[in-house]
């Protein structure tokens, strides 16, 4: 409301938008902190983060803050196309008001003439010395951001923050997030009497603490919002919307004393509501809705499917209701904190990359490219490929790959080409469930179409990979083989087997598959894997089916390890062999 222009309801660039109710409720309250837990698709980051950063580049012209995720992967494939989304549904464009990893342009006087008022007084002037942009997104009015993640700690160290924006914080562990908000001080002078200095904005679905992974120190933020204080901000917000609707009223309908009169009205609404969100008191505005808050854009069939897949996820991330697998019920139930690692990435390559750069296997920090690389490989309509590299008596799931239909194996394979380019030996012992040997005679199968879609490009060309097909001839492994063998991997009892390792952030869909995959009794009582979830629309494939986790199973369920996974011996494991 702070930037409000006076467009008039007629005009050929005036703008009619849709947004939710509950956004509607944030954006006009715009208090200084905003934690929101929200269902599937409510437009989290299009519409209440965005908006909050538009208001802020007003607010706050200069001034510098962070945005922050659990991987940098996330922040670049999935974050950051949803708030040049937001911004563009605004109004806002690429090149005139913002500039994303590289240094803002600049223009010359009969440019200038050609942009807006407050564009020319105010262009690319940060108030904070900026030494890189490579993680940057500039706005005209000097506002930045720096973008970074949990996985790349470094990516935000040292500097010093006026706000900070988090999406899907479920994922982040409080200690981190705790270091994080340290660099949320500074500048008190030049922006000190802003209401959003120092302030946080906060956006997830809801936690589950039986997955591993997830965190619900978000919850317990809700004790500390005061609702009579935001209760007052909110009826203020509302009186200020209406007075500026009866100020633009009669200002379009020319009568000069009425609008004279209207102004002023709202310029007193206006300064009672800078008071009432500068009390400390009504700093936080806490709510948790359900995805129904956006079912004008969603549809009543959105939740009619969601409801009848009834896989057991509608509660926690459409409704928003808690609600909790037990570790008895999950298949991989020996699976624990200690399988996974968060410090797989090089810093050194990290601050290479940026945000719009394709990152390579250099960034793998524990990634030895003068070894052959091992592969566990899942057919279907979502196509896994899970890669791993033995660490001594540890074994390192690296990198995690996907695609999903109407991609195949040559998009797959060009993925893996692009990523592990520098890599030096270039060998890929690929494991893959037997069915992958099907029409091998013929040469169909859908192994033998990976191999040859990695060794050679599209033209035809040798890329100097050789890929070994080390299931050939693979017995049948059996369901509840699969279970009875992971819960003596993962218990690390048997000291013949390796130690897994699983890179947290590097393999964040297989990480979760792992978590959520669901154990069931069949017909005769044997535990088995519960696959339902692969029958999911394919978007949702990623990060809620048991795909990913079929690639984990064929890579750790080779024949050798599956012959000392029942030896009862007190023999080290010594280096991880390769083979079988």
């Known amino acids: 409301m702070s930037y409000r222009k006076k467009v008039k309801r ?23 902190s905003l934690v929101a837990i929200l269902g599937r698709g409510s437009s989290k980051t299009t519409e209440f983060l965005v908006n909050r950063l538009i208001d802020m580049a007003f607010d706050m012209p200069g001034a510098p803050v962070c945005w922050v995720s659990d991987t940098y992967s996330n922040l670049t494939k999935n974050v950051l196309p949803s708030v040049l989304e937001g911004l563009q549904r605004k109004g806002w464009v690429e090149g005139v008001h913002f500039v994303v990893g590289k240094i803002p342009p600049s223009f010359t006087e009969a440019e200038k003439e050609d942009l807006p008022r407050d564009i020319r007084e105010h262009f690319w002037k940060p108030f904070n010395p900026i030494v890189s942009y490579k993680h940057t997104i500039v706005f005209f009015t000097g506002f930045n951001i720096t973008f970074g993640s949990l996985d790349r700690p470094a990516s935000l160290a040292g500097r010093s923050y006026v706000h900070v924006f988090g999406d899907e914080v479920k994922y982040f562990p409080e200690r981190k997030i705790a270091n994080l908000l340290k660099a949320v001080r500074g500048y008190k002078v030049k922006y000190g009497n802003s209401v959003y200095y120092r302030g946080r904005t906060f956006t997830t679905d809801m936690p589950n603490t039986a997955h591993i992974g997830e965190h619900d120190w978000i919850l317990r933020m809700g004790a500390k919002m005061n609702p009579e204080a935001i209760a007052l901000v909110a009826q203020v917000s509302f009186a200020l919307n209406e007075a ?68 057991g996820d509608v509660k926690t991330a459409v409704l928003s209701i808690r609600a909790m697998i037990e570790s008895g019920d999950r298949f991989y139930s020996n699976l624990g904190e200690q399988h996974f690692y968060d410090d797989g990435t090089d810093e050194v390559w990290a601050n290479t990359f940026g945000l719009r750069d394709e990152e390579d296997c250099r960034i793998l920090k524990y990634h030895q490219r003068d070894m052959p690389i091992d592969g566990g490989m899942d057919f279907g309509n979502m196509m896994s490929l899970t890669l791993a590299q033995p660490d001594g008596k540890k074994y390192r799931c690296l990198k995690f790959m996907y695609t999903l239909t109407p991609d195949w194996i040559p998009d797959l394979a060009k993925q893996f080409l692009a990523y592990y380019k520098p890599h030096r030996k270039k060998v890929l012992n690929l494991y893959y469930d037997r069915a992958g040997n099907n029409l091998q005679k013929a040469r169909q199968d859908y192994a033998s179409q990976v191999k040859k879609a990695i060794e050679q490009d599209e033209n035809g060309v040798k890329t100097g990979w050789t890929v070994v097909l080390m299931s050939q001839n693979q017995g049948n492994i059996g369901k509840n083989e699969e279970y009875n063998f992971m819960n003596v991997l993962l218990g690390g009892h048997n000291k013949m087997l390796p130690q897994v390792l699983i890179d947290r952030y590097h393999c964040k869909p297989l990480k979760c598959s792992l978590e959520l995959a669901p154990a069931k009794k069949d017909y005769s009582g044997k535990m088995v894997k519960d696959k339902r979830s692969e029958n999911l629309n394919v978007k949702r494939l990623v990060y809620e089916s048991t795909n990913p986790s079929d690639s984990f199973k064929y890579l750790m369920m080779r024949k050798n390890w599956r012959k000392l996974a029942f030896v009862t011996t007190s023999q080290s494991a010594g280096d991880v062999s390769t083979k079988g």
């Not at 009205?265 to 808050?293: C, D, G, M, N, P």
């Open 244 to 311: 500026l609707q009866e100020y633009l009223v009669a200002e379009e309908s020319g009568n000069r004393e009425e609008a004279v009169k209207k102004r002023r009205t709202y310029e007193r609404w206006y300064e009672r509501w800078q008071l009432v969100r500068l009390r400390k008191e009504a700093h936080l505005l806490y709510f948790i809705a359900s995805s129904y808050i956006n079912v004008d854009i969603l549809t009543l069939e959105w939740f009619e499917d969601a409801i009848n897949d009834d896989l």
């Open 10 to 32: 007629n005009s050929p660039n005036a703008q009619v938008q849709f947004s939710n109710w509950t956004a509607q409720l944030a954006s006009m309250c715009a208090t200084n």
